[in-house]
């Protein structure tokens, strides 16, 4: 190549400053969030871990810090998970399924359901619980029970299933349909022994996430009456706890050993988490295909 | 179909669909579109639960008073309805959010899209999630307990509760929804573009600002919209770290009350259905709704615009 010396030429030196400089802030911007986390682990972890014993785990609540415990609320949140993955997983399959491999998009209809869905992933959590509070507590006479929490969380991540839902049944190929078909498949052979199997990591990694989020919310159990002194172990159809809500009344008593008790508290969900977080990273890098 | 018509007399036609009809596929079919049905079913409820208490407290309170009301007292005697402070604590912690996330959302974004390596990206990528996945909970106990008396240390001299720390915090906790929108909008940008910019002797920072960014500016304001969707929305960092108190104050380092801490904090107690302290709660929650939908549609309209451009 012979372009002279003169044409290439040197960037200015401010150029290269400027450069380092923006380089550098972008830096900060992503370190932001991770120093801000790791504050907040190390500061959680000091607070509560005094805290955590087996107390936290065999006892109800307590007017006493030493004496409290959040047995109900733990069990409360298990409960529901459970009824959230029976419930969730296959409204949130089937939504994705019937839009990925049935709907036709030319359709005013289907498109409209696909905003809807958008927008209701975006929908303020507490809403959700305006509505369990008309429809379920007060409307259908449900009372402030765990039923009622688990079903109005099934809603809230709804949403978030069928999108990653979908995500997974998009990446399957389309050969692999077309193959079946070929063989005489009707389509919802093709759907159910090609196209799901191959979707199920996905599925299940998206459907955890989900869940994850689920058993963190706070907001929308307010509303259905998680907030209440439960002294026994919870049934489907009687008053509840979660372990978010007990966290929260517990930061709210102005005494500050309940503060480490929160603490404490905030250790076990966050440790529950991210157990299902690792599970579902896992997962996908176990079990995902790569066509 | 026209070949039907020209091979029809020729020989004998294929036909590619089964002999009968099959009734368990349709079956099928209805089933999963049943179950589609369920989330258009959950708007028609939230819109329905809203509406019809708060067409009935409009009916005892004038919508104008409402909205134009500067003082909110509902649980006094005598009560008063006026929404403004409310708005405008919404508004101020959602201003202290956004001036957290949004530029180091961005700038978080440009990072992952132009200059990470690829290795690094998608190490990076997963780990900022996690920020979102904390529940709003810890975040709210963590403003309350470390960053408030942290603010107080450093001279700010802020109350037990207040704006500044809950927005903050709050805008750390949205970094990775502007981050990973943008992100998106950015990858999308077609690689000739930043080839011609670099052809042209452009550094690699006027690649970023004055080629990236313009062209996907659309998906970077629609994951500002939602971000402040979100704070608008958020209730359990402002119920726990900016206290209760529904007041017009634009010092940050008062309390505020919320939309949504207004609607958890009276929604925790028994309200008897029907009275008008319940009623305010769905008369708040419209409010609400209607802010944060008008923004969503917003927002998704913005992400189709990109990808209408792009993919």
Do not use: H
């Not at chain 1, 007060?138 to 929490?149: D, P, T």
């Not at chain 1, 372990?243 to 008593?253: E, F, G, H, K, T």
Request: aromatic share 8%; glycine share 8%; net charge positive.
């Amino acid at each position: 190549m012979s372009v002279p010396a003169a044409a290439v030429g040197r960037r200015p030196r401010g150029d290269k400053i400027r450069g380092r400089a923006f380089y550098v802030l972008l830096l900060v911007s992503v370190s932001v969030g991770f120093v801000l986390l790791g504050t907040l682990l190390v500061d959680v972890l000091q607070k509560g871990i005094g805290y955590l014993d087996p107390i936290l785990f065999t006892e109800p609540a307590s007017a006493n810090p030493d004496r409290a415990g959040a047995r109900p609320a733990i069990l409360g949140t298990i409960y529901m998970m459970l009824i959230l993955l029976v419930v969730v997983v296959p409204l949130g399959v089937g939504t994705a399924i019937y839009l990925e491999e049935y709907a036709n998009r030319e359709r005013w209809y289907n498109r409209l359901l696909e905003l809807n869905i958008q927008n209701l992933a975006a929908v303020p959590s507490i809403v959700y619980g305006i509505l369990g509070l008309a429809f379920l507590v007060r409307g259908l006479g449900l009372g402030r029970v765990l039923l009622a929490g688990a079903l109005i969380l099934t809603l809230l991540v709804l949403p978030t299933v069928i999108v990653a839902s979908r995500e997974a049944i998009r990446a399957v190929p389309d050969s692999i349909r077309q193959g079946a078909y070929a063989l005489g498949a009707t389509q919802w052979q093709v759907v159910a022994r090609q196209v799901l199997p191959a979707a199920v990591p996905g599925i299940a990694t998206g459907s955890i996430l989900a869940l994850a989020r689920a058993i963190g919310e706070t907001a929308p159990l307010l509303l259905v009456g998680a907030l209440t002194y439960v002294a026994v172990d919870p049934t489907l159809l009687g008053s509840f706890t979660a372990l978010p809500v007990q966290i929260y009344q517990w930061i709210a008593r102005p005494q500050d050993e309940f503060r480490l008790l929160a603490a404490a508290g905030i250790i076990v969900l966050l440790a529950i988490l991210l157990t299902m977080n690792a599970f579902a990273i896992w997962l996908r890098n176990r079990y995902q295909k790569r066509w | 179909m026209a070949t039907k018509d020209v091979t029809a007399g020729a020989q004998p036609t294929i036909r590619l669909r089964a002999e009968r009809r099959r009734i368990g596929e349709d079956v099928i079919k209805g089933v999963l579109a049943l179950c589609a049905l369920v989330s258009v079913a959950t708007t028609v409820g939230i819109v329905v639960a809203l509406l019809e208490p708060s067409l009935e407290f409009f009916r005892e309170i004038s919508i104008l008073d409402f909205f134009s009301g500067d003082r909110w007292a509902p649980l006094f005697n005598p009560a008063s309805f006026g929404v403004q402070p409310l708005l405008v604590g919404t508004l101020m912690v959602t201003v202290w959010a956004c001036v957290v996330a949004l530029p180091f959302g961005l700038g978080a974004a440009i990072y992952l899209s132009e200059y990470a390596r690829p290795r690094v990206r998608q190490t990076l990528k997963p780990a900022l999630e996690v920020l979102a996945g904390i529940p709003t909970v810890v975040y709210g106990f963590f403003a309350l307990t470390f960053f408030t008396p942290l603010l107080d240390d450093i001279g700010i001299q802020v109350g037990i509760f207040n704006v500044l720390s809950a927005g903050l915090v709050m805008g750390v906790m949205l970094i990775p929804t502007v981050a990973s929108i943008s992100e998106d909008a950015m990858t999308a940008v077609p690689q000739e573009l930043r080839d011609g910019a670099y052809g042209l002797g452009a550094s690699r920072l006027q690649v970023a600002t004055r080629i990236v960014v313009p062209a996907a500016v659309s998906g970077i304001v629609a994951s500002y919209v939602l971000a402040i969707s979100r704070a608008v929305g958020e209730t359990m960092i402002v119920l726990i770290a900016a206290g209760g108190l529904a007041q017009i104050s634009l010092d940050p380092r008062e309390p505020a009350q919320t939309m949504t801490a207004f609607i958890g904090a009276t929604g925790i107690g028994d309200v008897p259905t029907g009275s008008i302290e319940y009623k305010t709660i769905f008369a708040v929650g419209l409010t609400l709704f209607v802010i944060t939908f008008a923004m969503n549609v917003l927002s998704i309209r913005l992400v189709r615009k990109y990808r209408e451009i792009y993919e």
